[in-house]
Each structure stands twice: as structure tokens, then as C-alpha cells.
């Protein structure tokens, strides 16, 4: 079974980066279109960005366009989300997983926590 497991959350000021890094176990993490995902309290989970395995192509939501960056790396099942210019309202829990979009989706891992406060 699918292991995923986020890290690189905080604390950060507005304006400020932070740079998430999503590790994946087992093999069948290249070939798939993988996402990241917030869920900010009282709000459902929203896709961020996704990014398919071959090609690399990108897709992110229109909050984020122009200041997070989406990337991964097949041969260590990885995958990162560089954040710039965060806002207050960034702020929530991230989550890795397939893009939804396209399949179903392994089972959540436990998130990592962003916050964005001066």
C-alpha cells in the first residue's frame, strides 16, 4: 500500500517561502499525475497544483498561479511545492496525493501545517 508522507510546513511571515516536500513509498508513484492539496479549517480540501510524470506539465489554481511551483522527481518518488509570497490566506494543512481529477486517490497521509501570520 501507498505511503504518503508530507513535510516542510511552519510558521512563516506574509510574504515569506517555504518549500513542501512529499515522499512516496513504492514504485507506482512515476507514471502517475500527482497533486498537492489544503485543507484551511471549516473549508473542504482544494487542489494547489499538479504535475504529470512524463512531460512535467502543470497545472495550478488560479490563488496560486505565479507564486507556487510545482515539482518531482520519479526516481525518488518525491515531490515538492515552492511557495512565494505566501498570504494569511495560504494558510492550511498540505496533503500529496494523485490528482483526483484523473484517479481515484491513495489514502491521505497526515498532512503537513502552514502557517501564515505576522
Known amino acids: 500500500q501507498v505511503q504518503l508522507v508530507e513535510s516542510g510546513g511552519g510558521l512563516v511571515q506574509p510574504g515569506g517561502s517555504l518549500r513542501l516536500s512529499c515522499a512516496a513509498s513504492?514504485?507506482?508513484?512515476?507514471?502517475?499525475?500527482m497533486a498537492w492539496y489544503r485543507q484551511a479549517p471549516g473549508k473542504q480540501r482544494e487542489l494547489v497544483a499538479a504535475?504529470?510524470?512524463?512531460?512535467?506539465?502543470?497545472d495550478y489554481a488560479n490563488s496560486v498561479k505565479g507564486r507556487f511551483t510545482i515539482s518531482r522527481d520519479n526516481t525518488k518518488s518525491t515531490m515538492w511545492l515552492q511557495m512565494n509570497s505566501l498570504k494569511p490566506e495560504d494558510a492550511a494543512v498540505y496533503y500529496c496525493?494523485?490528482?483526483?481529477?484523473?484517479?481515484?486517490?491513495?489514502?491521505w497521509g497526515h498532512g503537513t501545517q502552514v502557517t501564515v501570520s505576522s
Open positions: 513504492g514504485s507506482i508513484f512515476s507514471g502517475k499525475t
Open positions: 496525493n494523485l490528482d483526483w481529477r484523473t484517479y481515484g486517490i491513495w489514502p
Open positions: 504535475i504529470t510524470s512524463g512531460t512535467r506539465a502543470t
